[in-house]
């Protein structure tokens, strides 16, 4: 080998968590605490990364996603886990059944078992204007930021048949909430009633841009026959794509999910795929899981 080649590292572990945000972090201070060995490895790309605090956290109400990652690695490190920095290409079985965990870079980890706690890219309608906005004031979770917009203008924009599903929520919180069913999306008849009735203002259109006030945030949704509505905030609901692509290799297939939205990766009752000795836990299983709910803990009982 020539004195330049660069030098790769090869650690091994009980178990390897790929992702190290909520799920991933959770999982491997549950790890610690049982006292096996175990190596995170985070991209640093959580979901909510453009939000600037996390809601509905018990314990962490009101903080930015930052610190929950900060104070969650601290708390791994602190039972002897590691936690790398680093992006995870790809996750095959090595001779003697273990998992051999291939980074950027040329350096792997062997485990025995691995944890895949990679979430999920949300998919925004193509409407311009949306995604610069995504995560500040164009939001998709009234649970998540919904009190912070209460009583203001809301325009909600549905694109697909399940987008209906959190108007009335928003309508909880305020009472200037217009729904668009944008581009001829179908919806329920009777789901529209309920919100008429209930005050909201339903408009059938195609919503052509964001329109910005001079301080860059929303001022209103703007249609295609030019008609404007006035919005401190915009309410959309993405599609969901699992980051499953280190597993592929192992054979692992995701499932399309119930809500017709995006796909997922199922697991039994204990976390374990259909891959035997790889579990899964957070967003990746589950798209409409929040920070909140912590993931399933049975890849501690690895033998
Ligand atoms: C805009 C927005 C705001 C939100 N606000 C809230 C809120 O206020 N309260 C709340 O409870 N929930 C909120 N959520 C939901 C919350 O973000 C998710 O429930 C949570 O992030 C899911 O955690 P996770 O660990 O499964 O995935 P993520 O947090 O997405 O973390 C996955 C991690 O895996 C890493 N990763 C991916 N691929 C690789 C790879 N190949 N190698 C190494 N690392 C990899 C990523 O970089 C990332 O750090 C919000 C979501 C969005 C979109």
Redesign the pocket.
Known sequence: MSDHAPRTVERHCDVAV???????LAAALQLGRQRRSVIV????????A??A?????LGREGVPPSELSTVGREEVRSYGGEVLG????RVIRSDDDRFRVELLGGHSIVARRVLA????V?ELPDIDGLAER??RDV???PF??GFEVRDRPIVQIVTHPMGLHPAGLFRQLTDRLTVVLHDHVDVERSQVDVLQAAGVEIIHGQVRRIVPDDDGHVAAVELADNERIEADAVAVGPRFRV?A??FTSLGLRTAAHPTGLGDFVETDATGETAVPGLYA????TDPS????RPPPTAVGSAP
């Open positions: 790929v992702g190290g945000s909520a799920a991933g490895v985070d991209a640093g790309e959580p979901r909510n453009p939000a605090h996390m809601h509905g956290y680093g992006r995870v290409t706690a990679t979430g999920l949300d995504w995560g939001i998709h979770c998540c930021h980051r692509e280190p836990a957070g967003n990746v899981q929040r920070s909140r």
